[in-house]
C-alpha cells in the first residue's frame, strides 16, 4: 500500500524544501517507505498514525526558513487539508502551542519577555498576537486605514529587534502606506480623516513616520510629498502650543497628583489615551507625544539635504576660521562654525537591526531577556533603545496614578552627561502672536517659515544620594510647582567642587550636596560605593514582576494555566505586579554650559536644571553666562530622551505660564566631543 506515502507528500507542492527533508528533520528514525516498492517487513506510515508533536514540527519547519519567513504561514493552509486528523492537530483552535512557535520564528520576543510579565506570553497570547498582526499587516499592505493598525505597527517597531521591522517593511511596505496616508489625509475632505483632528491618528502617524526614516531614501522623495510632509510637520511645530508635548503638565513636579490638585486645569491638559488589545490583554496607554516625533522628522529632512551646494551664502562673508575673526575683532560664528553646522550637525535616527532568523524547534517556548536577537544587538540598538519610550506609554497615562503594574525605568541615570550638538527651531514671531491672538486661523503649508539655528551644550549630571535631603522644590506666584525656573527656587546656586556640586537652597538656608556623574564610566561617580543605574519616581529602580509563580511551557502543556480551568492570562483573576529596587538616589539636577568653542560662534549661556521623576521629563534654563548679556533672555527646554537625542520644546520666560509664550522646537544629540566644548 502506498496511499499514506502519497497523502504526506501531497504538501510538497507548496513547501519550499522537500517534504522528506521535513519528516526528516522532525521524524528522525521513522522509515518512511518508497512511493513504488514496498520494503519486506516494514508497513507504510498512514498520516493518521503520526503523533500530535511530530505533525507540530513538521508544519513548524514547513514554515520556518529563510524563504518563508515574511508575510503569514501560508504554507500551514494546505497541510490542513491532508485529513481531519491532520487538520485537528496542527489547526489555530486545536494547536495554539503551534502558533506560539511560529509567531516566536516570526517576529520579535526579546521585548515583551522583558517587559511584560508570563501572563502576557502565554501559549494562547502569543497565538492570538499572531493572527492580530497578519490582520494588520495585510490591511497595511493594502492600504486600508485603521487605528487598531496603527498602534500595532508603533508598537512592533517599539519591540523590534529586526523581525518585526522586516515584517513591516520589507512585507507590508509601511513606508509606502504612511506616505499614501500623509496625503490622502491632508486632501481629506472628512473630518475624522483630516490632519490636527485625531489627536491620537497624527501622533502614531508622525511617530511611525520618524522610526522608518532614513537619510537615503528622505532624499528620493517624491517633491510634492516632501512639500506635504514639511507643510504638516510646521503646522504641528509653530502651534505646538496645542499639541501634546509632555505627559503631565510641566507646571506639576511631583506627581502623582493628590486629590486636591487643580484637577480641571491637569485633565485639560491630559495627553490622549486609548485602550487597545495587546498580547490578548486590553491595555490602557497614552498616545505617544507628537512633538519630539515632528521635531525629529523634520530636522532629519532638513540635515538630509544640507550638503556643499546649498551652504548658506552669508558664509562668504565672514572670517574664515576664529583665528582671523580674532584679529578682524570679529564675534560670532565664523565660515568654518557655519560649514560645521551645515555639514556636520547630524542628529542620531534609528538604525536598523538585521533579523536573525531561529529556524529550530526549541522544547521550551520561555526565552529570556538574551536568548532572542536582541543578543545580536548592542545595548543601545535594537527594542532596548525604546525601553523608555514604552514605560511612558503604558505608565504615564493617568497624572493621578502612580503604582501603575507594568512601569519601569523612564530615565536612565547619567542619560544627560556629556557634549550635545543640534539645533534650535525657530518660529516667525509675527505669524505666531497673530496664531495666538486669534487673528489668524490655523496657517496654511505654503505661508509656514521656521528658521533652524545651532544648539550645543556641555552638561553635567549630579544626583542627590540618600540619606541627604535634595534642595527644595520652587513655587511660582500661582503656587505651582515653578517650571520657568526649571522647578528650582528662585535664587538657588551651584558651588563645583570637582567630584559633586554643592546647591545652596534659599528656601531653608541650607546647601545640598548633589554627585557628580563620571561620563562613559563603569562607575557613577568617583566614590567607591556601587549603586543601581535606574532609577524610578520612588526613589527605585523597577523590575516586572508577576503575582503567580514561574511555570514552563513544554509541549504537554499548550496553555499555560493554573487548576483544572483558570488560565494566567485570564484578566478577571490575575493582574500584573511590580516591585521596587532601590537605587539610592533621591533627585537629579544638570548644570552646563555652552562652552570655548561653540560659544563664541554662537553665544555663551550658563545652564541648569532638574529631571521630573514621574516620566523623565528633563526641564533646562538657559542664561546669559554675561550678566550685560540679558537682553538675550532666558529660555526653559523641555522634553524627553528618546534614544540618543534630546528633544523637546522652549520658550522664553518672561512671559507667565498661564499665557502663550514666544516658542518653538529643539533637538540635540550626544556627540564624543568632550574637549571641543570646554
Given at each position: 500500500m502506498k496511499r499514506s506515502v502519497h497523502i504526506i507528500a501531497a504538501p510538497v507542492f507548496f513547501l519550499n524544501r522537500p517534504i522528506k527533508s521535513l519528516i526528516r528533520q522532525s521524524i528522525h528514525c521513522l522509515e518512511v517507505p518508497s512511493p513504488t516498492s514496498t520494503m519486506p517487513g516494514t508497513s507504510p506510515v498512514h498520516a493518521d498514525s503520526i503523533s500530535y508533536g511530530?505533525?507540530?514540527?513538521?508544519?513548524?519547519?514547513?514554515?520556518?526558513?529563510?524563504?518563508?519567513?515574511?508575510?503569514?504561514?501560508?504554507?500551514?493552509?494546505?497541510?490542513?487539508?491532508?485529513?481531519?486528523?491532520?487538520?485537528?492537530?496542527?489547526?489555530?483552535?486545536?494547536?495554539?502551542?503551534?502558533?506560539?512557535?511560529?509567531?516566536?520564528?516570526?517576529?520579535?520576543?526579546?521585548?515583551?519577555?522583558?517587559?511584560?510579565?508570563?501572563?502576557?506570553?502565554?501559549?494562547?497570547?502569543?497565538?492570538?498576537?499572531?493572527?492580530?498582526?497578519?490582520?494588520?499587516?495585510?490591511?497595511?499592505?493594502?492600504?486600508?486605514?485603521?487605528?487598531?493598525?496603527?498602534?500595532?505597527?508603533?508598537?512592533?517597531?517599539?519591540?523590534?529587534?529586526?523581525?518585526?521591522?522586516?515584517?513591516?517593511?520589507?512585507?507590508?511596505?509601511?513606508?509606502?502606506?504612511?506616505?499614501?496616508?500623509?496625503?490622502?489625509?491632508?486632501?481629506?475632505?472628512?473630518?475624522?480623516?483630516?490632519?490636527?483632528?485625531?489627536?491620537?491618528?497624527?501622533?502614531?502617524?508622525?511617530?511611525?513616520?520618524?522610526v522608518t526614516s532614513e537619510r537615503g531614501s528622505i532624499r528620493c522623495e517624491d517633491s510634492q510629498l516632501r512639500h506635504s510632509i514639511i507643510g504638516i510637520l510646521h503646522s504641528l511645530i509653530i502651534t505646538g502650543y496645542q499639541h501634546s508635548s509632555v505627559y503631565a503638565p510641566d507646571v506639576f513636579f511631583t506627581l502623582p497628583l493628590c486629590?486636591?490638585?487643580?484637577?480641571?486645569?491637569?485633565r485639560a491638559l491630559q495627553v490622549p489615551r486609548s485602550e487597545i488589545i495587546h498580547y490578548s490583554h486590553r491595555l490602557q496607554l497614552a498616545a505617544p507625544v507628537i512633538a519630539p516625533a515632528a521635531i525629529m522628522a523634520l530636522v532629519v529632512r532638513a540635515d538630509s539635504v544640507q550638503d556643499l551646494t546649498n551652504v548658506p551664502r552669508v558664509s562668504h562673508d565672514l572670517p574664515r576660521n576664529r583665528a582671523e575673526a580674532i584679529a578682524q575683532g570679529h564675534n560670532g560664528p565664523t565660515a568654518a562654525d557655519i560649514f560645521d553646522f551645515h555639514l556636520n550637525n547630524r542628529i542620531h535616527i534609528v538604525d536598523r537591526c538585521q533579523p536573525v532568523l531561529d529556524t529550530r524547534f526549541i522544547e521550551d517556548l520561555d526565552v529570556d531577556d538574551e536568548s532572542d536577537t536582541a543578543a545580536s544587538c548592542e545595548v543601545n540598538t535594537g527594542s532596548k533603545r525604546h525601553d523608555q519610550d514604552w514605560y511612558r506609554l503604558v505608565a504615564c497615562h493617568d497624572p493621578w496614578v502612580g503604582d501603575m503594574p507594568l512601569r519601569g525605568v523612564v530615565y536612565g541615570l547619567g542619560s544627560m552627561a556629556g557634549s550635545w550638538a543640534g539645533r534650535l527651531i525657530e518660529v516667525d514671531l509675527e505669524l505666531l502672536t497673530s496664531l495666538t491672538t486669534g487673528h489668524q486661523a490655523n496657517p496654511s503649508h505654503s505661508t509656514i517659515s521656521v528658521r533652524h539655528r545651532p544648539l550645543y551644550w556641555q552638561l553635567q549630571e549630579h544626583h542627590c544620594l540618600s540619606p541627604n535631603e535634595p534642595v527644595s522644590l520652587g513655587v511660582d506666584d500661582n503656587f505651582l510647582d515653578d517650571f520657568l525656573n526649571a522647578w528650582l527656587p528662585r535664587g538657588v546656586t551651584f558651588t563645583h567642587l570637582g567630584d559633586a556640586v554643592e546647591v545652596y537652597d534659599p528656601l531653608t538656608g541650607r546647601t545640598a550636596r548633589y554627585e557628580t556623574v563620571i561620563p562613559r564610566s563603569a562607575a557613577l561617580y568617583s566614590k567607591t560605593e556601587k549603586l543601581s543605574r535606574s532609577w524610578i519616581c520612588d526613589e527605585s529602580d523597577g523590575v516586572i514582576a508577576d503575582n503567580?509563580?514561574?511555570?514552563?511551557?513544554?509541549?504537554?502543556?499548550?496553555?499555560?494555566?493554573?487548576?483544572?480551568?483558570?488560565?494566567?492570562?485570564?484578566?478577571?483573576?490575575?493582574?500584573?505586579?511590580?516591585?521596587?529596587?532601590?537605587?539610592?538616589?533621591?533627585?537629579?539636577?544638570?548644570?552646563?554650559?555652552?562652552?570655548?568653542?561653540?560659544?563664541?560662534?554662537?553665544?555663551?549661556?550658563?545652564?541648569?536644571?532638574?529631571?521630573?521623576?514621574?516620566?523623565?521629563?528633563?526641564?533646562?534654563?538657559?542664561?546669559?553666562?554675561?550678566?550685560?548679556?540679558?537682553?538675550?533672555?532666558?529660555?526653559?527646554?523641555?522634553?524627553?530622551?528618546?534614544?540618543?537625542?534630546?528633544?523637546?520644546?522652549?520658550?522664553?520666560?518672561?512671559?507667565?505660564?498661564?499665557?502663550?509664550?514666544?516658542?518653538?522646537?529643539?533637538?540635540?544629540?550626544k556627540t564624543d566631543d568632550e574637549d571641543k566644548s570646554e
Amino acid at each position: 500500500m502506498k496511499r499514506s506515502v502519497h497523502i504526506i507528500a501531497a504538501p510538497v507542492f507548496f513547501l519550499n524544501r522537500p517534504i522528506k527533508s521535513l519528516i526528516r528533520q522532525s521524524i528522525h528514525c521513522l522509515e518512511v517507505p518508497s512511493p513504488t516498492s514496498t520494503m519486506p517487513g516494514t508497513s507504510p506510515v498512514h498520516a493518521d498514525s503520526i503523533s500530535y508533536g511530530i505533525w507540530e514540527r513538521i508544519a513548524f519547519y514547513a514554515v520556518a526558513s529563510e524563504e518563508t519567513f515574511l508575510g503569514p504561514p501560508s504554507e500551514i493552509c494546505s497541510m490542513l487539508l491532508i485529513s481531519r486528523s491532520v487538520y485537528h492537530q496542527i489547526s489555530y483552535r486545536r494547536n495554539t502551542h503551534l502558533y506560539a512557535r511560529i509567531f516566536g520564528f516570526k517576529f520579535d520576543l526579546a521585548a515583551p519577555t522583558r517587559r511584560l510579565s508570563e501572563r502576557w506570553r502565554t501559549t494562547a497570547c502569543l497565538a492570538s498576537e499572531l493572527i492580530k498582526r497578519f490582520q494588520a499587516l495585510r490591511r497595511i499592505k493594502s492600504r486600508q486605514l485603521h487605528v487598531e493598525d496603527l498602534w500595532t505597527a508603533y508598537l512592533m517597531m517599539l519591540e523590534s529587534d529586526g523581525r518585526n521591522e522586516a515584517q513591516l517593511l520589507n512585507y507590508a511596505h509601511l513606508e509606502e502606506y504612511l506616505k499614501s496616508l500623509i496625503v490622502y489625509r491632508t486632501n481629506s475632505q472628512a473630518q475624522d480623516l483630516m490632519w490636527f483632528k485625531n489627536p491620537v491618528v497624527d501622533s502614531l502617524v508622525v511617530w511611525l513616520l520618524w522610526v522608518t526614516s532614513e537619510r537615503g531614501s528622505i532624499r528620493c522623495e517624491d517633491s510634492q510629498l516632501r512639500h506635504s510632509i514639511i507643510g504638516i510637520l510646521h503646522s504641528l511645530i509653530i502651534t505646538g502650543y496645542q499639541h501634546s508635548s509632555v505627559y503631565a503638565p510641566d507646571v506639576f513636579f511631583t506627581l502623582p497628583l493628590c486629590s486636591g490638585s487643580d484637577a480641571s486645569f491637569a485633565r485639560a491638559l491630559q495627553v490622549p489615551r486609548s485602550e487597545i488589545i495587546h498580547y490578548s490583554h486590553r491595555l490602557q496607554l497614552a498616545a505617544p507625544v507628537i512633538a519630539p516625533a515632528a521635531i525629529m522628522a523634520l530636522v532629519v529632512r532638513a540635515d538630509s539635504v544640507q550638503d556643499l551646494t546649498n551652504v548658506p551664502r552669508v558664509s562668504h562673508d565672514l572670517p574664515r576660521n576664529r583665528a582671523e575673526a580674532i584679529a578682524q575683532g570679529h564675534n560670532g560664528p565664523t565660515a568654518a562654525d557655519i560649514f560645521d553646522f551645515h555639514l556636520n550637525n547630524r542628529i542620531h535616527i534609528v538604525d536598523r537591526c538585521q533579523p536573525v532568523l531561529d529556524t529550530r524547534f526549541i522544547e521550551d517556548l520561555d526565552v529570556d531577556d538574551e536568548s532572542d536577537t536582541a543578543a545580536s544587538c548592542e545595548v543601545n540598538t535594537g527594542s532596548k533603545r525604546h525601553d523608555q519610550d514604552w514605560y511612558r506609554l503604558v505608565a504615564c497615562h493617568d497624572p493621578w496614578v502612580g503604582d501603575m503594574p507594568l512601569r519601569g525605568v523612564v530615565y536612565g541615570l547619567g542619560s544627560m552627561a556629556g557634549s550635545w550638538a543640534g539645533r534650535l527651531i525657530e518660529v516667525d514671531l509675527e505669524l505666531l502672536t497673530s496664531l495666538t491672538t486669534g487673528h489668524q486661523a490655523n496657517p496654511s503649508h505654503s505661508t509656514i517659515s521656521v528658521r533652524h539655528r545651532p544648539l550645543y551644550w556641555q552638561l553635567q549630571e549630579h544626583h542627590c544620594l540618600s540619606p541627604n535631603e535634595p534642595v527644595s522644590l520652587g513655587v511660582d506666584d500661582n503656587f505651582l510647582d515653578d517650571f520657568l525656573n526649571a522647578w528650582l527656587p528662585r535664587g538657588v546656586t551651584f558651588t563645583h567642587l570637582g567630584d559633586a556640586v554643592e546647591v545652596y537652597d534659599p528656601l531653608t538656608g541650607r546647601t545640598a550636596r548633589y554627585e557628580t556623574v563620571i561620563p562613559r564610566s563603569a562607575a557613577l561617580y568617583s566614590k567607591t560605593e556601587k549603586l543601581s543605574r535606574s532609577w524610578i519616581c520612588d526613589e527605585s529602580d523597577g523590575v516586572i514582576a508577576d503575582n503567580v509563580p514561574e511555570l514552563a511551557s513544554g509541549l504537554g502543556n499548550p496553555d499555560i494555566s493554573i487548576g483544572p480551568s483558570l488560565s494566567i492570562d485570564d484578566d478577571d483573576e490575575y493582574c500584573d505586579t511590580v516591585s521596587h529596587l532601590s537605587s539610592g538616589v533621591s533627585d537629579i539636577l544638570i548644570t552646563g554650559k555652552t562652552g570655548e568653542l561653540y560659544g563664541d560662534a554662537w553665544g555663551h549661556y550658563t545652564i541648569y536644571g532638574r529631571v521630573r521623576p514621574w516620566d523623565g521629563l528633563t526641564a533646562l534654563l538657559r542664561i546669559p553666562s554675561d550678566p550685560s548679556e540679558d537682553h538675550l533672555g532666558k529660555w526653559i527646554f523641555k522634553g524627553y530622551l528618546h534614544d540618543q537625542n534630546f528633544v523637546g520644546r522652549w520658550r522664553e520666560t518672561s512671559t507667565p505660564m498661564d499665557s502663550i509664550g514666544y516658542q518653538g522646537g529643539f533637538v540635540v544629540y550626544k556627540t564624543d566631543d568632550e574637549d571641543k566644548s570646554e
